[in-house]
Antibody, heavy 124, light 106 residues
Framework: EVQLVESGGGLVQPGRSRRLSCAAS????????MHWVRQAPGKGLEWVSG????????DYADSVMGRFTVSRDNAKNSLYLQMNSLRPEDTALYYC?????????????????WGQGTLVTVSS | DIQMTQSPSSLSASVGDRVTITCQAS??????LNWYQQKPGKAPKLLIY???SLETGVPSRFSGSGSGTDFTFTISSLQPEDIATYYC?????????FGQGTRLEI
C-alpha cells in the first residue's frame, strides 16, 4: 500500500523559513517523480513544485519560484520542500503526491497518490 | 497559464440521480485532463485520468469524456458516499492548474 506522510508544518512568522518532509513507502520511491500541491484553508488546489525521479528536472509555480526549493533523497525514500521568505499567502495544507508516470520516466503532472498533508500557517 | 473553469460551483442532487460537471480549458489541452474527488477533511483522490480513463479501483458509475477545451465528468447514479468536492486538472502545460472545484451535496 502506497503511503505518503508529510511532516514539518506549523506556525511560522512572515519572512522566516520552514522545511517540509514527505516519507514514502509502499512503492519504489527512487523510480518516480514527485510533487508538492497546496490548499489554502477553504480554497482550491494549487500545484507548487515537481521533481523528476533523478532530480534532473525540477519545476516550480511562479508564486514560489526563487523562495521554495524541492529536493529528494532516494536513499531515504524522502521528499523535501525548503520554504524561505514565507508570506501569509503561503498559509496552506501542503500535500506531497506521487506522479502517475512510468518507472524512471518523464514527469506527467498527474497526481496518483496523495499524503494527508501538513499545515503551514504564516502569521505574526 | 491555462485557466480551468468548472461548472457549476456547487450542486445539490438526490441519491440515484445522474450528475454532470463540466470543465472548460482556456486553450486546447487535447486529453491531458484529470478528475479528482476530495471528501471533507481528506486528501484528493484521482478518479479519472487522460480525460476518460478510470483509475484502478474506482467504481464504474464515474466516467469522463471530452477533448480539446471542453470536458465532462459524470456520476451515473449518485451514492451517499459521493459527497465531496470534485476538481478537474490539466497537465498539458506548466504550471499544472486545477479548476475551482464543484461541491456536491445530497
Amino acid at each position: 500500500e502506497v503511503q505518503l506522510v508529510e511532516s514539518g508544518g506549523g506556525l511560522v512568522q512572515p519572512g522566516r523559513s520552514r522545511r517540509l518532509s514527505c516519507a514514502a513507502s509502499g512503492f519504489v520511491f527512487p523510480d518516480y517523480a514527485m510533487h508538492w500541491v497546496r490548499q489554502a484553508p477553504g480554497k482550491g488546489l494549487e500545484w507548487v513544485s515537481g521533481i523528476s525521479w533523478n532530480s534532473g528536472r525540477i519545476d516550480y509555480a511562479d508564486s514560489v519560484m526563487g523562495r521554495f526549493t524541492v529536493s529528494r533523497d532516494n536513499a531515504k525514500n524522502s521528499l523535501y520542500l525548503q520554504m524561505n521568505s514565507l508570506r501569509p499567502e503561503d498559509t496552506a495544507l501542503y500535500y506531497c503526491a506521487k506522479d502517475f508516470g512510468m518507472v524512471r520516466g518523464v514527469i506527467l503532472g498527474q497526481f496518483e497518490f496523495w499524503g494527508q498533508g501538513t499545515l503551514v500557517t504564516v502569521s505574526s | 497559464d491555462i485557466q480551468m473553469t468548472q461548472s457549476p460551483s456547487s450542486l445539490s442532487a438526490s441519491v440515484g440521480d445522474r450528475v454532470t460537471i463540466t470543465c472548460q480549458a482556456s486553450q486546447d489541452i487535447t486529453n491531458y485532463l484529470n478528475w479528482y474527488q476530495q471528501k471533507p477533511g481528506k486528501a484528493p483522490k484521482l478518479l479519472i485520468y487522460d480525460a476518460s480513463s478510470l483509475e484502478t479501483g474506482v467504481p464504474s458509475r464515474f466516467s469522463g469524456s471530452g477533448s480539446g477545451t471542453d470536458f465532462t465528468f459524470t456520476i451515473s447514479s449518485l451514492q451517499p458516499e459521493d459527497i465531496a468536492t470534485y476538481y478537474c486538472q490539466q497537465f498539458d502545460n506548466l504550471p499544472y492548474t486545477f479548476g475551482q472545484g464543484t461541491r456536491l451535496e445530497i
